[in-house]
């Protein structure tokens, strides 16, 4: 499986400011997706980042809140934008291997004030 | 109702215990199914694919019932570090992640 790595690890962050968190892989892939997983929660797809392509969100998610960056086929970053308490959570990138198993990243812990 | 339901536990067994985590799916059309493992604090980690002919690693033994839209996990044998949180999870077009069932194993 690949290895993916996540920065930040965690952070503290105040309400109205942005983060942007990178999701770096070992090999190229060509499917990476972003989610969320809140406090005592299951994981929730927020999109699916293809390179060359904006990114395609699930619905409750836009663009303008979660933009998300693909420049290369073992880069992805995402940004929480305009930051209120309700974004404190986990976000974790994953990659697709064969069929549709996915590898996950270690995650990014958000605490906004 | 939800596309993915689990008993959200806990199971609280001894070591030895034999235990089994069911899961059932709402999209019919689904076409991957597997069990995920996630520690306290710790990204997901894939435990095994499930096949409707079944399979087996080691301890562990995964069905998938398409016709009932259903699918399980036995652990035979429990040891203290399968203690964790067991994520059921189904693929159409996208991974669907149930709540997860979280077991802790005592000795």
């Known amino acids: 499986s690949a290895v993916i790595s996540q920065k930040p690890s965690r952070d503290i962050c105040q309400r109205g400011t942005s983060l942007t968190i990178q999701c770096q892989v070992d090999?190229?892939?060509?499917?990476m997706f972003w989610y969320r997983q809140q406090p005592g929660q299951s994981l929730t797809l927020i999109a699916t980042a293809n390179q060359g392509s904006e990114a395609t969100y699930e619905s409750g998610f836009v663009i303008d809140k979660f933009p998300i960056s693909r420049p290369n086929l073992t880069f992805s970053t995402l940004t929480v934008s305009n930051m209120s308490p309700e974004d404190s959570s986990i976000y974790l990138c994953s990659v697709e291997s064969r069929g549709d198993t996915q590898y996950f990243g270690p995650g990014t812990r958000l605490t906004v004030l | 109702r939800k596309e993915v339901e689990q008993d959200p536990g806990p199971f609280n067994v001894p070591e030895g215990a034999t235990v089994a985590f069911n899961c059932t799916y709402s999209n019919s059309a689904s076409q991957s199914f597997f069990w995920y493992r996630q520690d306290c604090r710790k990204e997901p980690k894939l435990l095994m694919s499930v096949y409707s002919s079944g399979n087996e690693d080691g301890r562990f033994t995964a069905q998938l019932n398409r016709a009932s839209q259903y699918i399980s996990l036995l652990i035979r044998d429990s040891k203290l570090s399968d203690s964790a949180t067991y994520l059921c999870v189904v693929g159409y077009n996208k991974l669907i992640f149930g709540a997860g069932t979280r077991l802790a194993v005592h000795p």
């Open positions: 090999s190229q892939v060509t499917m």
